[in-house]
């Protein structure tokens, strides 16, 4: 099993950033792939980003347009988000989500994924 637990959530200014971070903890020695996902109200949940647990093969949403960037630090068993010149539409609850295999679907599908975190709220304001 692997927990997941997302920080770094927040109010922030439109133009603003935050960097979120995914905590993960039990079986990390056999993680293979991680994942940010974001749902705003009365929306379905969304890819944002996705990265391999070594750093590699890493893939963005169309509507990030090179505003975030997701890295991983394998020394703190942890994965970040970081989120710059933020805007309005960005508002959301995100999601860290984990795999430890190949699931057989895109990565940027909810389905590609066995783990997930509780989420993270960030409100930009206009």
């Known amino acids: 099993q692997v927990q997941l637990v997302e920080s770094g959530g927040g109010v922030v200014q439109a133009g603003g950033s935050l960097r979120l971070s995914c905590a993960a903890s039990?079986?990390?020695?056999?993680?293979?792939?991680m994942g940010w996902f974001r749902q705003a109200p009365g929306k379905e949940r969304e890819f944002v980003s996705a990265?391999?647990?070594?750093?590699?093969?890493?893939s963005y949403g169309d509507f990030v347009k090179g505003r975030f960037t997701i890295s991983t630090d394998n020394t703190k068993n942890t994965v970040y988000l970081q989120m710059n010149s933020l805007k309005p539409e960005d508002t959301a609850v995100y999601y860290c989500?984990?795999?430890?295999?190949?699931?057989?679907?895109?990565?940027?599908?909810?389905?590609?994924?066995?783990?997930w975190g509780q989420g993270t709220q960030v409100t930009v304001s206009s």
């Open positions: 039990g079986r990390t020695d056999t993680l293979y792939f």
């Open positions: 990265i391999s647990w070594s750093g590699g093969g890493i």
């Open positions: 989500a984990a795999t430890r295999r190949d699931r057989g679907f895109s990565l940027t599908e909810l389905r590609g994924y066995d783990y």
